[in-house]
């Protein structure tokens, strides 16, 4: 099993940035694909962005891209998601996500979650 516990959220003018953290305990992540999803009031939970395991490949969402960076620590059994320019439309609940099967953007693919933390941007 893997625990995930995101922080960073918090609420931040638009055009603010933000630096999101999951920390994973349980299991090393190591030869985990990780990724961060988001789900804004009376949407479905949607793609952000995510690394593979090795940490060759990265994966963004469109709306996030140029603006949002994934990075991931194996030391620190951690991942992170930088966010620039945000805007009130990113404005939801983020949940780090961990899985083993390809597929990034697929929630599907994904074993293990998170509870979320909230990013709110006013505008």
């Known amino acids: 099993q893997v625990q995930l516990v995101e922080s960073g959220g918090g609420l931040v003018q638009a055009g603010g940035s933000l630096r999101l953290s999951c920390t994973a305990s349980?299991?090393?992540?190591?030869?985990?694909?990780m990724g961060w999803f988001r789900q804004a009031p009376g949407k479905e939970r949607e793609f952000v962005a995510a690394?593979?395991?090795?940490?060759?490949?990265?994966s963004y969402a469109d709306p996030v891209k140029g603006r949002f960076t994934i990075s991931r620590d194996n030391a620190k059994n951690a991942v992170y998601l930088q966010m620039n320019k945000l805007a009130p439309e990113d404005t939801a609940v983020y949940y780090c996500a961990a899985g083993q099967t390809y597929g990034l953007g697929y929630p599907e693919n994904y074993d293990y979650w998170g509870q979320g933390t909230q990013v709110t941007v006013s505008s």
């Open positions: 349980g299991r090393t992540i190591s030869r985990y694909n």
């Open positions: 690394v593979g395991w090795s940490s060759i490949t990265t």
